[in-house]
């Protein structure tokens, strides 16, 4: 079953294009990556898919619900973290999982950020407050803030981003793991292309708005007659074609 079903995408910023038709699906249980080089479309297209921007033409359906018709019907299965992201600086880190739970509406909001403070391993930070973490806790706070709700849909702009090599690998375990034994959809961003190699079942790589190449990493390591998924990015970036077809 699709989780999300984006459409014909397009978003025009005055003469330019950023996004150019842009179509794709995430299924139950699936992790796809939104690949590109940066002024690819890809964050205006996360944006659009969020409700956060809206389309010039082209739908985004998530849970069966049409963005444009039943946003918040829609979002209330769904979540996102970002490095990019700010929460309240002067809160502890407990206080900012306590507001976001009772702001999601949790039926047992004490026991369910209990779990996440466990899961991201928060129990030594938090009674810091926010502003006070490194970047890389940040991001681990962050993330805990947008599983909190259970998602069905998680959209991750960079998700081990600021993180350690230690840590970035635990994350990435756990966001596997995730979709594997809860069904969660995920789309994600990342310029780490191991990363993507690991997570990903499905890769859409994006250039000048548009989707050029869509595949697994090996398929589409074979479709640009390359070794792995940074030669890709790569060839992609700089203009290249694919030697077959995905």
């Known amino acids: 079953m699709d989780v999300l079903t984006v459409t014909a995408l397009c978003k025009r910023f005055g003469s330019v294009v950023a996004v150019d038709g842009v179509s794709f699906t995430v299924g139950a249980g699936e992790v ?3 690949l590109g080089p940066n ?9 659009m898919v969020l409700g956060l921007t809206r389309p010039d033409s082209g739908t985004v359906e998530m ?8 946003r918040s019907r829609a979002l209330a299965r769904a979540n996102f973290a970002a490095s990019y992201l700010h929460l309240p600086a002067v809160l502890r880190v407990g206080e900012i999982l306590d507001v976001y739970a009772h ?20 129990g030594p930070l938090r009674r810091q407050q926010f502003s006070r973490l490194s970047s890389g806790q940040q991001t681990r706070v962050l993330l805990a803030k947008a599983l909190l709700n259970d998602p069905g849909l998680l959209v991750l702009d960079e998700p081990t ?20 034994t809860s069904g969660r959809a995920m789309l994600i961003t990342s310029h780490n292309m191991r990363e993507v190699e690991r997570m990903c079942d499905r890769v859409h ?11 697994s990493a090996v398929e589409l390591a074979g479709a640009y007659g ?8 790569l060839r992609v970036a700089r203009g290249g074609a694919p030697s077959s077809t995905t």
């Open 226 to 233: 390359v070794d792995d998924l940074e030669a890709v990015f």
């Open 32 to 34: 796809v990556g939104l």
């Open 161 to 180: 981003a600021n993180l350690d090599p230690d840590a970035a690998d635990r994350i990435r375990g756990l966001l596997v793991e995730q979709a594997v």
């Open 103 to 122: 702001l999601y509406g949790l039926r047992r909001p004490a026991a369910r950020v209990a779990e996440m403070v466990e899961m991201l391993d928060l």
């Open 205 to 215: 790589f994006v250039s000048g708005g548009r989707i050029v190449a869509t595949g």
């Open 63 to 70: 849970f069966g619900h049409d963005m444009a018709r039943d």
């Open 39 to 47: 002024g690819a479309g890809k964050t205006t297209t996360l944006h």
